[in-house]
């Protein structure tokens, strides 16, 4: 049993920030169509699923938040990527 436990440790929520930090985060996202628009994006991660969520908002006119960083698209397509990946035990 103690040689599993070193295979598959327990993780815990420090662990998950660790390897996953923008999980959490907000960050705006431009409208392509309109310059002065723009989304807001929170990255949620799911302890069930051990995968993070894209949550958008709808646009809204005006300027973004100060501080907060632009939803980069590599980001998007990665977490997009990962959540398409089905997590079977084997």
């Known amino acids: 049993?103690?040689?599993?436990?070193?295979?598959?440790?327990?993780?815990?929520?420090?662990?998950?920030?660790?390897m996953v930090p923008y999980a959490g985060q907000t960050?705006?996202?431009p409208n392509p169509s309109n310059a002065?628009?723009?989304r807001t994006c929170f990255m949620r991660f799911n302890a069930f699923?051990?995968?993070?969520i894209p949550m958008f908002s709808n646009f809204v006119?005006?300027?973004?938040p100060v501080g907060m960083q632009?939803?980069?698209p590599q980001?998007?397509?990665?977490?997009?990527?990962?959540?398409?990946?089905v997590g079977a035990f084997f």
């Open 1 to 18: 049993m103690t040689k599993l436990n070193n295979l598959y440790p327990e993780r815990n929520y420090q662990d998950i920030k660790r």
């Open 27 to 29: 960050f705006w996202e």
């Open 36 to 38: 002065r628009e723009y």
């Open 49 to 52: 699923t051990g995968k993070v």
């Open 61 to 64: 006119e005006g300027d973004p």
């Open 70 to 72: 632009r939803l980069a």
């Open 75 to 85: 980001l998007l397509s990665a977490v997009m990527r990962m959540n398409a990946t």
